[in-house]
């Protein structure tokens, strides 16, 4: 390397102050040169700089000041060869300098990155502790293949951007730089001059935690290895994530499930503590967590994330997070996250425009902007994105212990045209309006994801007739393993919101989801979205009295789950919630002070507990033997009934009575002999009811296209579960 002329050095010096200067490691450092061994070493504010022997610990040389804005030099002319070495800064302890190490990446890692092949990219992009020739510290890296320079600022550097510019690697486009200085939990941000000259400050895509918010910055993690005990669990999982197994799901924002008394989150530990200890006595088999990536706005209720590999600050780190997951396991639950991949928010800390260009979205906002949201919308077709986002799924269901993931809007990744008018969008290459990159991506998510981490769950939440969303790849669907059935939801709550009196007459939103039950693999989702946005609580959906209105929930929950497909229930809804949900506070646990919250919650437990004791109810979800209608036409009297079987197990008879009369001596065919024994009554005096006995006798008489019938009392607003012994 020769040495620079004057007017080049007072150039480059220049273009180092004013944090513009791109070539660090090609000048900075040690270097061989025509001269000699040359130093050089940028340290604005510094008096005096020794070279010191790695080795002995001795001086080999003192640096000159040859700018006054920091910029220090020393030749050497009888050396010739590299040494290792270290830098005293003002007589202080002796440090490793960032720029004696340059081979810093791994070149397969970054080539299956830029295929888009990488299920594991955040092992090395990000900030990372890490070891080179011995010399602890911080690897920094971050993809940015427009920018013009890259630069690492943080607490370590006093948030100099002229301090620690990053090597490029041009062709993964990734910036790296190691820092022996750096420490777990210091604050940094890239520093990045974008390919338009405008200066950005980002947040690291892959940082593992972040600051609180409404501060933005990415936190160095703290180095440690979790020790996780919940090996049966992951061994055992499988078996309780099939189509024909017991899944009942308690979905819940962790900023909103409970709040202390001066109304602060509760911590990652408390909430083990309590949350799971309440799901666990409801019966649940599964928590299913709202996003707990990074989010910079509370009212997103986590759905704009920032800081995707980040389990939010708000009440923990990583390590608590998976010590959260942890306990869960080893109290039988699972836990399933909601996942966003669906869009991104604008925030300037964040993935927008990050090189100065459209990096992680499309360049045409017709593609790469959302209309409803005010987000952008990833590039599924550019390979480091796929990697980002495959890699993203796969960190929280590898390094978290994750049991599935719950994908957020993936209507709105299908297609082209979602929200959109005329004119709004640009058809795929065949003229159509899906999104094949996006449904390349979605196969190829779930595909790589089941075949990495045997026995999860992928769920997609998905509004529209798609067809073979929960059917496998390699037969053309997306490959998810279940999809929640919202046909199901609105037209049944449409029903429930009614009149009795006007029932009759919208009797088919009860029966019509029996047409295509068996198209996919369904969870019949009672979520958020149900009590929010002015939609009222559950419980105000239903019509009628304080006491009608909780006897037509239990009537409505019962139906639900008899009917095939999982179940799903979000936090407040278990006891009455009366107000909508706000994230802003914790649910309304006061209620539990009065009786017919409690006795709605013991119902809850009660309907979970005998769902996950009779196969019947949930082992033929899937088989068109696993339910028969006995009376679906009866809509006169607002009445369904039905039978669920399973091979080798007690078939249930499900009798739904939604108007506010006593039926007596109501008749429903049987296909099983013996005596009929009722299995739940939600008009019982133990869950709020008016305590009607249904009586149910065997009657000869063939009914249903059974040879024999049951007679009974049909208690009102109620539905009843019978077994015959």
Known sequence: MKNKSTSELDASIQALADARYNH?????????????????????????????????????TRL??????????????????????????????PVADAYAYGDLLDPTA???????????????????????????????SVWAPNAQRVAVIGDFNGWDASRHGLKHYPDAGIWAIFIPEAQSGQAYKFHV??????????????????????????????????????????????????????????????????????????????????????????????????????????????????????????????DDFKAFVNRCHEAGLGVLLDWVPGHFPSDPHGLAEFDG??????????????????TYIYNYGRNEVRSFLLSNADFWLSECHIDGLRVDAVASML??????????????????????????????????????????????????????????????????????NMGWMNDTLRYMSKDPIHRAYHHDDMTFSMVYARDENFILSISHDECVHGKGSLLNKMPGDDWQKRANLRAYWAYMWAHPGKKLLFMGMEFGQYREWNHDHGLDWYLLERAEHRQLMDYVARLNQVYTQHPALYQGDQDAEGFCWLQAHNKDQSILAWVRSAPNAQQVIVVCNYTPNVVHDYRVGTPSMGQPQVLLNSDEASFGGSDVNPSPRLESMPWDGCEQSICLTLPPLATVWLVVR
Request: one cysteine or more.
């Open 24 to 60: 660090h490691f090609a000048w900075l450092g040690q270097h061989v040169t025509e001269q000699g061994l040359s130093f050089r070493v940028w340290a604005p504010g510094a008096q005096q700089i020794d070279v010191i022997c790695a080795q002995t610990g001795r001086k080999i």
């Open 193 to 318: 001059l974008g390919a338009d000259g405008v200066v950005r400050e980002k947040a690291d895509p892959y940082a593992r935690q972040m600051e609180r918010s409404p501060a933005t910055a990415s936190l160095v993690p703290v180095n440690t290895n979790f020790q996780w005990t919940d090996t049966q669990w992951m061994t055992d999982r499988g078996a309780q994530h099939t189509p024909s197994s017991a899944i009942s799901i308690y979905e819940c924002q962790l900023a909103s499930w409970m709040r202390d008394y001066d109304n602060h989150y509760l911590s990652y530990e408390e909430l083990a503590e309590r949350l799971i200890s309440h799901a666990k006595a409801l019966g649940f088999t599964h928590i299913q967590l709202m996003p707990v990536s990074e989010y910079p706005f509370d009212g997103s209720w986590g759905y704009q994330p920032v800081g995707l590999y980040a389990p939010t600050s708000r009440f923990g780190l990583l």
């Open 415 to 484: 297609y082209l045209d979602y929200s959109r008018g005329e004119g709004e969008w640009i058809p795929n290459e065949h003229g159509g309006r899906e999104n094949l990159e996006a449904v390349a991506f979605l196969q190829a998510l779930n595909s790589l994801m089941y075949a990495n981490h045997p026995g999860i769950m992928m769920i997609a939440e998905e509004s529209t007739a798609w067809p073979g969303v929960s059917h496998p790849v390699d037969q053309g669907g997306l490959g998810f393993g279940y999809k929640w």
């Open 64 to 93: 000159t000041l040859s700018h006054p804005s920091g910029f220090f030099e020393k030749t050497l002319g009888n050396r010739r060869r590299l040494i290792d070495y270290r830098l005293s800064f003002d007589g202080g302890d």
């Open 110 to 140: 970054q080539y299956f990155y830029a295929e888009g092949q990488q299920t594991d990219a955040y092992r090395w992009l990000g900030a990372h502790h890490c070891e080179f020739d011995g010399v602890p510290g911080v690897r920094f």
């Open 357 to 374: 260009t459209a990096l992680y979205e499309h360049a045409d906002p017709r593609r790469g902007f959302h209309p409803d949201w005010n």
